[in-house]
């Protein structure tokens, strides 16, 4: 939800008026695991079944949501409302993203914050970036950790000055109640 942070950001620079207009939003993600980009397509305001990911896999690790069920109608808001746009991109263009950003700029970015690169590239090649745009590319993250064996994993949700889960049939110590 970085993306969601940052459209905050920005939000916030304009009626501070500190920008003189929201930026346009490029959300991307790798080919090999894209059910936002297939819902975005579709026009479908929610990730349908045919849109999940089973079992994620591919290079980008921190960005390999097979369900992103949950930050999708965010993600779609704020793409709606900046004039934005969401794209897949292949392993191939994230390696190349990734040798561009070290040739030029000396620093090697995780295979996430290549994707990013390699998503303006492609809108570039299409013609979709006017050569005077100003561009700001967020090359924050790193690659994940694998997490160790979820088997049963449950939701939080806030309930006062406490968390409890969100499926009231599940207890879990020290949270609910």
Same mark, same amino acid.
């Given at each position: 939800?970085?993306?969601?942070?940052?459209?905050?950001?920005?939000?916030?620079?304009?009626?501070?008026?500190?920008?003189?207009?929201?930026?346009?939003?490029?959300?991307?993600?790798?080919?090999?695991?894209?059910?936002?980009?297939?819902?975005?397509?579709?026009?479908?305001?929610?990730?349908?079944?045919?849109?999940?990911?089973?079992?994620?896999?591919?290079?980008?690790?921190?960005?390999?949501?097979?369900?992103?069920?949950?930050?999708?109608?965010?993600?779609?808001?704020?793409?709606?409302?900046?004039?934005?746009?969401?794209?897949?991109?292949?392993?191939?263009?994230?390696?190349?993203?990734?040798? &561009?950003?070290?040739? &030029?700029?000396?620093?090697?970015?995780?295979?996430?914050?290549?994707?990013?690169?390699?998503?303006?590239?492609?809108?570039?090649?299409?013609?979709?970036?006017?050569?005077?745009?100003?561009?700001?590319?967020?090359?924050?993250?790193?690659?994940?950790?694998?997490?160790?064996?979820?088997?049963?994993?449950?939701?939080?949700?806030?309930?006062?000055?406490?968390?409890?889960?969100?499926?009231?049939?599940?207890?879990?110590?020290? &949270?609910?109640?």
């Amino acid at each position: 939800m970085g993306v969601w942070g940052a459209f905050k950001g920005a939000r916030e620079l304009h009626a501070l008026g500190r920008i003189d207009r929201l930026p346009r939003l490029l959300c991307v993600q790798q080919e090999s695991c894209a059910p936002m980009v297939s819902a975005w397509r579709d026009g479908s305001d929610r990730i349908r079944p045919e849109d999940i990911v089973p079992r994620p896999e591919g290079i980008a690790k921190a960005i390999l949501r097979g369900n992103p069920s949950r930050a999708y109608p965010y993600v779609r808001e704020i793409l709606l409302e900046s004039g934005g746009e969401l794209v897949s991109v292949s392993d191939r263009e994230i390696r190349e993203a990734r040798r &561009l950003v070290e040739d &030029l700029e000396g620093v090697s970015p995780c295979f996430a914050a290549a994707a990013a690169v390699a998503g303006l590239a492609q809108l570039g090649r299409r013609g979709e970036v006017p050569a005077d745009e100003t561009i700001l590319v967020n090359l924050t993250g790193r690659e994940r950790e694998e997490p160790a064996s979820i088997t049963d994993p449950h939701w939080l949700v806030r309930a006062g000055d406490r968390w409890i889960a969100e499926d009231p049939t599940h207890r879990i110590p020290g &949270l609910s109640a």
